[in-house]
């Protein structure tokens, strides 16, 4: 099995590429067209700032290969968000794969901080029209971390809720395209379990 890791400018791409070998799969971390193309799993993931980051996707040509990818596609964090439509971080356009806006969190109360930042649980998992899941084996109210700044509202393509705020996707799904804000590879065994089924079971 080819997994292919997009190279892009963003971070935190290694320590996907470390949870991955952790289990038993040797990504290629690219941003060679072709092998993405070819790969029959893809990750999109990423730490970083939409603005900069979707100007340097269109300078390369990745946009129009990301949006074309016929395989499964996993985002994370910051590669959820630019699967969307627009972001309020630096009122950036972005892929337009899902139909969402990526909103700021605004603190309501003093205790309120922003970036959500840590450990938080998951509930209202659900699957495709297929019965396929990123979240098969994983209980209702399973913790996993999160650090962001930026949330997709709960809408369509919500596949998991989280409450921090207010309720937001803690990810997002449609057709081949399944996106998490969490960060599963440093999520614990919860986040190995969501790996495992985008690995194997999607």
Same mark, same amino acid.
Request: proline share 3%; hydrophobic share 40%; glycine share 8%.
């Given at each position: 099995?080819?997994?292919? %890791? %997009?190279?892009? @400018?963003?971070?935190?791409i290694?320590?996907?590429? @470390?949870?991955?070998?952790?289990l038993?799969?040797?990504?290629?971390i690219?941003?060679?067209?072709?092998? %993405?193309?070819?790969a029959?799993?893809?990750?999109?993931?990423?730490?970083?700032?939409?603005?900069?980051?979707?100007?340097?996707?269109?300078?390369?040509?990745?946009?129009?290969?990301i949006k074309?990818?016929?395989?499964?596609?996993?985002?994370?964090?910051?590669?959820?968000?630019?699967?969307?439509?627009?972001?309020?971080?630096?009122?950036?356009?972005?892929l337009g794969?899902f139909d969402a806006?990526?909103?700021?969190?605004?603190?309501?109360?003093?205790?309120?901080?922003?970036p959500?930042?840590?450990? @938080?649980?998951?509930?209202?998992?659900?699957?495709? @029209?297929?019965?396929?899941s990123?979240?098969m084996?994983?209980?209702?109210?399973?913790?996993?971390?999160?650090?962001?700044?930026?949330?997709?509202?709960v809408?369509?393509?919500?596949?998991?809720?989280?409450?921090?705020?207010?309720p937001?996707?803690?990810?997002?799904?449609?057709?081949?395209?399944?996106?998490?804000?969490?960060h599963?590879?440093?999520s614990?065994?919860?986040?190995?379990? %969501?790996?495992?089924?985008?690995?194997?079971?999607?």
């Open positions: 099995m080819r997994i292919a %890791i %997009i190279d892009y @400018n963003a971070g935190n290694r320590s996907v590429e @470390n949870a991955l070998r952790r038993g799969v040797e990504p290629v690219t941003a060679d067209k072709q092998l %993405i193309s070819e029959d799993k893809v990750i999109f993931p990423g730490v970083g700032e939409a603005a900069t980051t979707m100007s340097f996707l269109r300078h390369e040509n990745m946009d129009t290969l074309g990818l016929k395989q499964p596609v996993l985002g994370i964090c910051l590669g959820m968000q630019l699967m969307c439509k627009h972001s309020e971080e630096g009122d950036t356009d972005c794969i806006e990526v909103r700021q969190f605004v603190s309501q109360r003093h205790e309120d901080k922003v959500h930042m840590g450990w @938080n649980t998951l509930y209202d998992m659900k699957a495709d @029209n297929y019965g396929k990123l979240f084996d994983v209980a209702e109210e399973a913790y996993v971390y999160f650090v962001h700044s930026y949330y997709v509202p809408g369509d393509y919500t596949a998991a809720t989280t409450d921090y705020i207010l937001f996707s803690a990810a997002i799904q449609q057709d081949n395209f399944y996106a998490t804000q969490f599963p590879e440093k614990g065994s919860v986040g190995e379990q %969501i790996l495992k089924n985008f690995l194997f079971k999607i």
